[in-house]
């Protein structure tokens, strides 16, 4: 199972791609730099939030996953 850690820090890089994406498109489309920018931030802290919620209710869906294999060369397993 996914740590959250490991879910926080995926959705933060992949966020920090988002927002560079969303602030360029805000711009392009508004010609506004601080309109632009602020549009990203309020997206990206809004999917960040969904994000996360949406990672950790997947990690404790059992659905579709297969048991992890044992660990060989390693006392007691195997």
């Given at each position: 199972m996914e740590t959250g850690r490991r879910t926080i820090l995926?959705?933060?890089?992949?966020?920090?791609?988002?927002?560079?994406?969303?602030?360029?498109?805000?711009?392009?489309?508004t010609g506004s730099v601080a309109l632009g920018g602020s549009l990203a931030l309020v997206n990206t802290a809004i999917g960040l939030v969904a994000y996360v919620l949406y990672e950790r209710l997947w990690a404790r869906i059992g659905w579709g996953r297969r048991p992890a294999a044992p660990a060989l060369g390693r006392p007691g397993h195997g």
């Open positions: 995926k959705a933060v890089l992949w966020n920090l791609l988002g927002v560079a994406m969303m602030a360029l498109t805000g711009y392009a489309m």
